[in-house]
């Protein structure tokens, strides 16, 4: 597994928000490279925070790779290429591009153990009281940065058939396929959320970072749920996409997803 460099978040919540506000700025292109940054004391105006703190902030970016801090000039943004690319994934095509993250990234396994699942698991893996499941997390990563926090969910008498040396070197799908699953259909939905601390620290982020967040529920042959996904996302690692397309005629005419369209 590659070895990863640690975040320099700043001292202080707000030192933080601004890190986390100029950080968002340049990876979204507002700040490019060879941009310098507003000075101190408009960027305290802006943020309605202290001089003080801007300070630590820019310090941090500066520690982080982000910037440059030139005397007597301010702080000019530095070039990140190959640093932060993000990963992108066709929405209409996402289960088996995030199949094929898995085979392509590495990825670290936090925790394993069994118990009974909460209420909401054990619904929506349709499990009858008593049921006791399996749960991992796992962080992923991409040439060595963190982009996704994953917590996982199978029904114990499937994931007694791989062990925690299993789920560390191997794709989830294959263990379960491997189990005897025939895997049929699954739902899913993405919205957002907020990191907590535990997330925060695997993700190398501020506790109340944004973050996107993707649920799946993986059902077999016999519309049992084997699989239940909670995957957290870094929006500056990872995007979701989708091409549309017009179609119909009149006042029927509408937006349709091209399913299969190729990420740009």
């Known amino acids: 597994m590659t070895i990863h460099a640690q975040a320099t978040l700043p001292e202080g919540g707000k030192a933080r928000r601004v890190y986390l506000l100029l950080r968002d700025d340049i990876s979204n292109g507002r700040y490019g490279e060879g941009e310098f940054l507003p000075g101190e004391n408009r960027l305290a105006d802006t943020l309605n925070v202290s001089r003080i703190t801007v300070r630590r902030a820019l310090e941090s970016l500066a520690a982080d790779g982000w910037i440059e801090k030139k005397t007597g000039a301010g702080s000019v943004v530095l070039s990140r290429r ?85 789920l560390a070197t191997q794709p989830l799908f294959r263990l379960l396929e491997r189990s005897g699953v025939q895997v049929e259909g699954a739902d899913q939905s993405v919205t957002a959320t907020l ?70």
């Open 82 to 166: 190959g640093k932060d690319d993000k990963i992108a994934a066709n929405f209409a095509t996402l289960i088996p591009q995030l199949v094929e993250f898995d085979r392509k990234t590495t990825a670290r396994l936090l925790s394993f153990s069994y118990g009974s699942p909460s209420v909401s698991v054990a619904n929506s893996l349709g499990m009858p009281k008593g049921g006791r499941v399996q749960t991992a997390a796992r962080v992923r990563f991409s040439d060595g940065e963190p982009f996704s926090y994953l917590t996982t969910h199978v029904p114990e008498d499937i994931a007694r058939n791989y062990d925690e040396t299993d």
């Open 195 to 264: 990191a907590g601390p535990d997330v925060a620290e695997a993700l190398e982020v501020s506790v109340g970072s944004p973050l996107l967040w993707l649920e799946r529920i993986v059902r077999d042959s016999n519309g049992r749920g084997v699989e239940h996904l909670s995957a957290l996302y870094r929006p500056d690692r990872f995007r979701l996409e989708m091409s549309m397309t017009r179609i119909g005629a009149g006042e029927s005419r509408h937006w349709e997803p091209v399913i299969g369209a190729r990420d740009t």
